[in-house]
């Protein structure tokens, strides 16, 4: 049970943090950081947070500081908490990409006081009103660089974690960001691109918007994330990004040349080889 | 409500169909027309059908003959079956192509009896035990060269998806299979290639297993779909399949040069514009 935890941003994943730790009885009070006056009164509407604070004195009040902002500004942000928490506090992140934000810390003289976490759930949806009850249940949570945290602090994280009912798994941070290219980031330029290919060719939006019931919803629904959070994901893994993404066209490319010269046999051999995801997704 | 229906093929569609027809007191008998003995013991077993009959006597003693089979064997099946309706009974095909069939079936004499439908719902999985009640509510069920086909078996069969909770759409069968290419033929083969990235170049299976939260699988789930129903849709709509793939591969290399090029600003374009789709789907 944290006294006060304060989240850094009030979106989708920090909102869902917070309403889960008060679900659970594990926060007396929630403190919400912000930059936009819009935000703050919309969590403080929707009873994500108590209180609407500037970062440093949110800090200064906080047992926990959980921060949950898009990847690029969460390196400088973390550097400023960092700077001003104690040997008491906790601050932990639950960015998409781990690399660049455990380098940056590296070296600080309080690294030990944070834990770099990536709870593996997300939807398409941001801001304070895309906060769920009940979020990461089932879900996994990765924890990277794990011997560089105080150990009484990863254990107070995964903690709270196991009681959101998230799985604990840890990984180097460079792992992490490789495993993270082709679970989550390749499907969602996949979804993107899926998006553009639609709305750039099929000029009768009508039909589509009457038919698609066909698996088009399903793999095109992750085109509704945020670029503000997604753009950041794509720049600081660029380069396993773009290792999935090269193989993926090229994937493409050979139901492509399936197509044009009639190979049916070849079409349906890459057609079994990939109904193989069945041994890894139920 | 019909006396007999045969549903040729004891699968996801038919044997959906079936289930339907039964729970809404739609048919009295069905019969399962089915190639393999375990596919009718199974048809048998789950209540999808009432007996097991060859083609030829299941078809005697029908007023509706609903034919749910991969597109390509539907040609020379349906031409079988119209060679023996009289004007009497009734024929309707759900496959996903329409003009192979339609194109196949233009100068046949018994052409006005069979009306030729394509209902917008699926799921990955194939074969008897994929069958499930209330599968078709809230769909779209398209209907192709509607003046073709007797106005009052139009109007039977209309009658009947409109009580499976479909809403009627029509279209000539060529812009029927331009817009499937668009919101469902696509969808699948992104999912399949997106598989074989997968499998291709991510060798920690477990990893995946452990960590498939982040978006991948509602974008990789089709790639579970039966090869025997897809390869030949694919192979019947290759043109217009062809065409959106071409797309859909242009679409992607502009996000692989935005990440090559560091290009944050086109990123950001690329992703805001494919968030234009939250027009076209809720």
Redesign the interface.
């Known amino acids: 049970m944290f006294n006060t935890v304060t989240i850094v941003g009030v979106g989708l994943i920090s909102g869902s943090f917070s309403l889960a730790l008060k679900d659970l009885g594990l926060a007396r009070k929630v403190i919400g950081v912000s930059r936009t006056e819009a935000s703050r009164q919309k969590a403080l509407e929707l009873g994500l947070i108590d209180e609407a604070l500037p970062l440093e004195e949110a800090v200064r009040q906080s047992d926990l500081i959980y921060v949950a902002i898009p990847v690029d500004v969460t390196i400088p942000v973390m550097k400023q908490i960092m700077d001003l928490v104690t040997e008491k506090q906790i601050v932990a992140d639950a960015g998409?990409t781990k690399s660049a934000l455990c380098n940056a810390l590296r070296d600080h003289p309080m690294r030990g006081r944070f834990v770099a976490t990536h709870p593996?759930?997300?939807t398409e949806y941001s801001g304070p009103e895309a906060a769920v009850h009940d979020a990461f249940t089932g879900?996994?949570c990765?924890i990277c660089e794990k011997s560089k945290s105080d150990p009484e602090i990863v254990e107070k994280i995964e903690n709270v974690y196991r009681q959101l009912g998230m799985?604990i798994?840890y990984?180097d941070a460079d792992?992490h960001d490789m495993?993270?290219a082709?679970?989550?980031h390749?499907?969602?330029?996949?979804?993107?691109?899926?998006?553009?290919?639609?709305?750039?060719?099929?000029k009768?939006?009508d039909?589509?918007?009457?038919?698609?019931?066909?698996?088009?919803?399903?793999?095109?629904?992750?085109?509704?994330?945020n670029?503000a959070m997604?753009?950041p994901i794509?720049?600081q893994n660029?380069e396993h990004?773009?290792?999935?993404?090269?193989?993926?066209?090229s994937?493409?490319?050979?139901?492509?040349a399936?197509?044009?010269k009639?190979n049916?046999e070849y079409?349906?051999e890459?057609?079994?080889?990939?109904?193989?995801?069945?041994?890894?997704?139920k």
């Open positions: 998409s593996m759930w997300g879900r996994a990765v799985r798994t990984m792992n495993h993270a082709y679970v989550s390749i499907a969602h330029i996949t979804s993107f691109a899926l998006a553009n290919t639609v709305l750039e060719k099929e009768e939006e039909a589509i918007f009457e038919l698609a019931g066909g698996g088009f919803e399903s793999t095109v629904r992750l085109a509704k994330s670029p997604w753009v794509f720049m660029r990004v773009l290792d999935v993404l090269s193989e993926h066209i994937q493409l490319r050979k139901f492509k399936c197509l044009e009639e049916t079409l349906q890459l057609i079994e080889h990939a109904n193989q995801i069945r041994r890894i997704i």
